[in-house]
């Protein structure tokens, strides 16, 4: 892979995803941390990520990251739990050494594992996620890291993105899915009392998996919690905070047709966005 010289100059906060489910990190994002520029690049021609290998995504991923920081970005977030289950260490570990180590790169599911302790009081949780995410283990393994004593159980829900991107939330196919990987999750370990949404797109499914969870279990998302980290990133690292830039503004980026992710974007953020067609390869 051939990459440019990498600019210096301070710019904005880059966020990437597969698909449009990051849009719901954004928004949370742009909520807690209104005051920086933002670039927002997905990756839709080539979504789902969650059904790849290790090796695609992390070379999808790795094109991505190389896109924004070419763009001036300092700070990457990877809004996808794909990504960040299946590329985000190798990036850190070996590729952020040969682009630029002052650079950084962060994903979603470290801040979901960091406030899983205080919200079980019978340390057995849940996953709801993508093939993807639940195959790569890495729930698992970073709720392990922090809280040793914590079981975790997951299952994966194949259908859930397919039935947000088509526009089904709200049907009554959503009902019957939602129900049956639930009641798959619940099976395995009833003593489970909260349950990560461990994938971006499952937060405009809220309405039907309230229905269907029983209320003593408590539902995790993740937006909240990943802006609520970065904000405290960003206070911890005031060197990185300064080489973000302050000007409130926000650009999107799709790999599929304008229009295309107009009409998709439009759902997830319940406003009509401007968005520039790029390609990503190698």
């Given at each position: 892979?051939?990459?440019?010289?990498?600019?210096?100059?301070?710019?904005?906060?880059?966020?990437?995803?597969?698909?449009?489910?990051?849009?719901?990190?954004?928004?949370?994002?742009?909520?807690?941390?209104?005051?920086?520029?933002?670039?927002?690049?997905?990756?839709?021609a080539r979504t789902p990520y969650g059904t790849r290998s290790f090796e695609?995504?992390?070379?999808?991923?790795?094109?991505?990251?190389?896109?924004?920081?070419?763009?001036?970005?300092?700070?990457?977030?990877?809004?996808?739990?794909t990504a960040s289950a299946k590329a985000l260490r190798s990036i850190q570990q070996n590729d952020l050494p040969r682009l630029d180590a002052t650079r950084r790169v962060l994903g979603v599911i470290r801040p979901t594992a960091e406030c899983i302790g205080g919200m079980t009081h019978t340390r057995h949780i849940g996953i709801l996620a993508t093939p993807g995410t639940i195959n790569s283990g890495s729930y698992p393994m970073e709720i392990r890291k922090l809280f040793p004593d914590i079981r975790v159980t997951g299952v994966a829900c194949p259908l859930w993105v397919p039935l947000v991107e088509n526009n089904e939330a709200d049907g009554d196919g959503a009902d019957y899915f939602v129900r049956k990987n639930i009641?798959?999750?619940?099976?395995?370990?009833?003593e489970i009392d909260a349950v990560i949404l461990g994938c971006t797109?499952?937060?405009?499914?809220?309405?039907?998996?309230?229905?269907?969870?029983?209320?003593?279990?408590?539902?995790?998302?993740?937006?909240?919690?990943?802006a609520d980290s970065l904000r405290g990133y960003l206070q911890r690292h005031p060197e990185m905070a300064a080489r973000c830039t302050q000007?409130?503004?926000?650009?999107?980026?799709?790999?599929?047709?304008?229009?295309?992710?107009r009409e998709s974007a439009s759902m997830f953020l319940k406003e009509q966005v401007e968005v520039k067609q790029t390609v990503l390869n190698d």
């Open positions: 892979m051939k990459h440019s010289v990498l600019p210096v100059a301070p710019g904005p906060i880059g966020v990437f995803d597969s698909g449009y489910g990051g849009l719901t990190i954004l928004s949370k994002i742009r909520e807690v941390l209104p005051q920086y520029d933002y670039i927002y690049l997905g990756d839709n695609i995504v992390y070379e999808f991923t790795l094109q991505a990251v190389t896109r924004l920081f070419e763009s001036g970005c300092h700070l990457v977030v990877l809004a996808c739990n009641r798959q999750l619940l099976d395995k370990d009833g797109h499952y937060p405009l499914l809220l309405p039907k998996i309230r229905q269907h969870m029983p209320g003593r279990i408590q539902i995790v998302t993740q937006g909240e919690l990943v000007g409130g503004s926000c650009v999107y980026y799709t790999t599929e047709a304008e229009e295309k992710f």
